[in-house]
């Protein structure tokens, strides 16, 4: 069965204060790895999509990198309004849908 | 360019009562999709569109959820009768073939 599992599912930080967010998935076959950032209230908003292992892209004090078995979103000196829930989703090979994991809920304290 | 256009924003019914969502895609999306999201879950597909032909809807439950995308643009998802279990937000998303989906805002559904 196709699964995504994210970690930590919160995480507090101060501000300036850099980490990681991990995302483990077991699927049939990846097209592409997805992080979206969804902000109370709000549909999730697209953030990266990453396709093959070693990739790493980066926007503003997020970069994301992906591995044979997992992905990480690096948050680096964060702001308090990067604060909200990172959601990542694997994309199945022939199915063209989006399986997500849980979402990890980031506060950045000032 | 203009999101993905969902009404209501929320809703509140009584169970057994019937509910509808509609969802306006990004112009030039020939794909739609409808996803479930319950609190402090990631959304769940329930039906995929291309066009206006539904090729994906094994996670939809068809004895009381119907969905519906007429001239292949805009789509509508009800649900008859609603139960205290389908409180959830109803997700809309769109995308060009099998590239980056985007979202719309969801709507809130309350059952009492």
């Known amino acids: 069965e196709d699964q995504v599992t994210q970690s930590p599912e919160a995480l507090r930080l101060q501000e300036g204060e850099s980490s990681s967010l991990n995302c483990s998935y077991t699927?049939?076959?990846?097209?592409?790895l997805f992080w979206y950032r969804q902000d109370p209230g709000k549909g999730p908003e697209f953030l990266f999509t990453?396709?093959?292992a070693g990739e790493e892209k980066e926007k503003e004090r997020l970069k994301a990198t992906l591995t044979k078995k997992e992905s990480f979103l690096h948050i680096t000196a964060p702001k308090p309004e990067d604060s909200a829930t990172y959601l990542c989703?694997?994309?199945?090979?022939?199915?063209?849908?989006?399986?997500f994991g849980q979402g990890t809920r980031l506060t950045i304290n000032p | 360019e203009a999101g993905v256009v969902q009404s209501p924003r929320y809703k509140i019914i009584e169970k057994k009562q019937p509910v509808a969502f509609w969802c306006n895609p990004i112009?030039?999306?020939?794909?739609l999709y409808w996803y479930l999201q319950n609190l402090g879950q990631g959304p769940e597909l329930l039906i995929r569109?291309?066009?206006?032909?539904?090729?994906?809807d094994s996670q939809l439950p068809k004895d009381r959820f119907s969905a519906e995308r007429l001239k292949g643009v805009d789509s509508t998802l009800k649900i008859q009768p609603a139960e205290l279990g389908d409180s959830a937000v109803y997700l809309c998303?769109?995308?060009?073939?099998?590239?980056?989906?985007?979202f719309g805002p969801g709507t809130r559904l309350t059952v009492l």
């Open positions: 998303a769109s995308s060009r073939g099998p590239g980056e989906q985007f």
């Open positions: 699927v049939s076959g990846l097209r592409g």
């Open positions: 990453l396709y093959s």
């Open positions: 989703a694997a994309s199945i090979q022939g199915a063209q849908k989006l399986v």
């Open positions: 112009s030039g999306h020939n794909t």
């Open positions: 569109y291309e066009n206006e032909e539904a090729v994906d």
